[in-house]
């Protein structure tokens, strides 16, 4: 049982680096972005194609894929995504479903239909008994890895004059453009971060849920359910979210196979109807 426990645990954290990028843009910037799942792609087959094919060790890979997720990010959202800042909430969903189809298109050009298999490490493989609980190696390498960043995100949001000047360009951006805050800016590095942190959840969960081309359409829903699950006004709804949803799958996949793979939806339901806003979201 606690095995399990550390292992729905371990998921859930992946789960909320997955999807605590589109936390940002669309809490924070109010972008609906569903091309989020396209940037952890990327991140997941620059770290694939970094550690089994130029032998880059795979933890110098990590930040070199958010790295150039983050880039990648920042090109499109300078020549595309700005211009849809301000267009309806629909404009916004059909455009970023192109993206994910053109995404999966080039992908599966490039590099082929195939998973592709990530070769970790070998003292990352394998577990480890601590009092009788089997734990994985990776999984709490994923599980430290995802607390930090947490942890690091909401205090910059929280803390810093970055993430008032944010909350600030958000609220209203031509107030915040005449005290002097530069707007473009401020989500232009938003979006970028946002990007890097989609490529390294997905170089992070390349080993655990696979990678092939059709990741972005396979994990969209999974991200907008945490999103609509712990709300967007803070770091901590998506990771409780993210805990929460992640436990539920496993241990439901685990004592009732035939339905397991639901629970995950009865879990957004059950909350969308006693918290429409989401878990951890201010109520009107």
Known sequence: MLTLLFDGLAYGMLLF????GLAVTLGLMNFINLAHGAFAMAG???TVVLTNDWGVP???????????TAVLGLVLERSLYVRMYEKGHLDQVLFSIGIVFVAV???DYVM?????????PQFMRGRIDVFGVGIGIYRAFLIAVCGLLAVTLQLILTHTRFGSRLRASVDDRRVARGVGIRV?????????IGSGLAGLGGALGAEILGLDPTFPLKFMVYFLIVVSVGGTT???GPLCASILLGV??????????????FVIYIVLVVVLVLRPQGLFSRMN
Do not use: E, H, R
């Open 105 to 107: 298109a080039g992908i």
């Open 58 to 68: 795979f933890l110098l890979s990590l930040p070199i894929a958010f790295v150039a």
């Open 184 to 192: 473009n800016v401020i989500f232009a590095v938003t979006f970028a």
């Open 17 to 20: 680096i997955l999807s605590c």
């Open 234 to 236: 803070s770091m901590l």
């Open 112 to 120: 082929g239909s195939q998973q592709q298999i990530l070769n970790l």
């Open 44 to 46: 997941g087959y620059v």
């Open 248 to 261: 539920a799958d496993v241990l439901a996949k685990y004592y009732v196979p035939a339905v397991g793979g």
